[in-house]
């Protein structure tokens, strides 16, 4: 299976799903975490092949985390609701960054974060994001979502509109 983004410009995952509509390594486990789904799919880093991988989404205290192992490389991606932000885990500073974008096409159920340094293969999120919200979802295919320098959403586009802000 091969990953297939659209050319250019930062591709934002639903995950975020649409922020605006809706409202992972070695990190300190909490004390209590609650497994969502564990999934096998195909992941790329920095815009490399795709390669295999396994997901893993755990909600904790108020907060979605999602393990994405890819070979010897784990990648940590954090959402919060309130408000809606998205962190990555960096492990030389030991600290979560904000990201600064992150979009999702739904034709190849890919989720990119920051550009396309870390995009994956997740139909369980899209479609829990289709189920949740079929009124902002039904008949689009792209959603882009841009960050501020404090996390939260401070833009995000639908299929044509984006190229609007790229």
């Not at 904000?98 to 990119?112: E, R, V, W």
Request: glycine share 6%.
């Amino acid at each position: 299976m091969q990953l297939h983004v659209p050319s250019p410009g930062p591709f934002v995952p639903l995950a975020l799903a649409a922020a605006t509509l809706l409202s992972w390594a070695a990190i300190p486990a909490p004390a209590r975490s609650e497994l969502l789904y564990k999934l096998e799919t195909e992941c790329s880093l920095k815009r490399g092949p795709a390669q295999p991988c396994s997901v893993e989404a755990t909600n904790e205290e108020g907060a979605t985390l999602y393990r994405h192992t890819i070979g010897e490389k784990e990648e940590l991606i954090k959402i919060t609701s309130t408000p809606t932000r998205m962190s990555l885990w960096d492990p030389a500073s030991k600290a979560w960054t904000y990201l600064s974008s992150a979009g999702a096409l739904f034709s190849t159920n890919t989720i990119c974060f920051n550009g396309r340094d870390l995009c994956v293969v997740n139909a369980n999120y899209l479609n829990s994001v289709v189920e949740e919200r079929p009124e902002a979802t039904e008949g689009r295919d792209l959603i882009r979502v841009k960050f501020g320098a404090d996390g939260r959403v401070d833009l995000s586009c639908y299929d044509e509109a984006c190229e609007e802000v790229n």
